[in-house]
C-alpha cells in the first residue's frame, strides 16, 4: 500500500474511532495499521480488491477496520451496514457494475 494511502486510510480510521490522528500512541498506530491490513486481506478473500485511488473503497476498507479495532473492546458483531457494502460491493464486481 502507497504511504499517502496508508496516511488516507490511517486518517480516516481515526476520525471513524474518534481520535485524533497526531495524538495516537505508536502502539496504537501499530494495531490500527494492522487492522487495515487484516481488513484489505479479508475484502481481498471476500473478492474485493481495494482500489486505492477510489474513495469508495477506502471507505469500505476503513469501515471494516474501525469494525475490527472496536471489536477488541466491545465484542459486537458485523454491523448490518458493512455486511451489506460488503455485499453490494461483491455483487457490483459480479455483474460488471464496478465499485
Known amino acids: 500500500m502507497a504511504e499517502t494511502t496508508q496516511t488516507a486510510a490511517f486518517v480516516l480510521l481515526c476520525a471513524d474511532i474518534g481520535l485524533a490522528p497526531g495524538s495516537v500512541p505508536e502502539a496504537t498506530r501499530k494495531l490500527m495499521d494492522a487492522d487495515l491490513a487484516a481488513a484489505r486481506q479479508r475484502l481481498g478473500i471476500a473478492g474485493i480488491l481495494v482500489d ?33 457494502a460488503i455485499r453490494d460491493r461483491q455483487t457490483a ?7
Open 52 to 84: 486505492d485511488g477510489d474513495l469508495d473503497d477506502l471507505q469500505l476498507l476503513v469501515m471494516y477496520a474501525a469494525w475490527l479495532y472496536r471489536g477488541r473492546v466491545n465484542d459486537q458483531p458485523m454491523p448490518q451496514m458493512l455486511r451489506l
Open 93 to 99: 464486481d459480479g455483474t460488471g457494475g464496478g465499485a
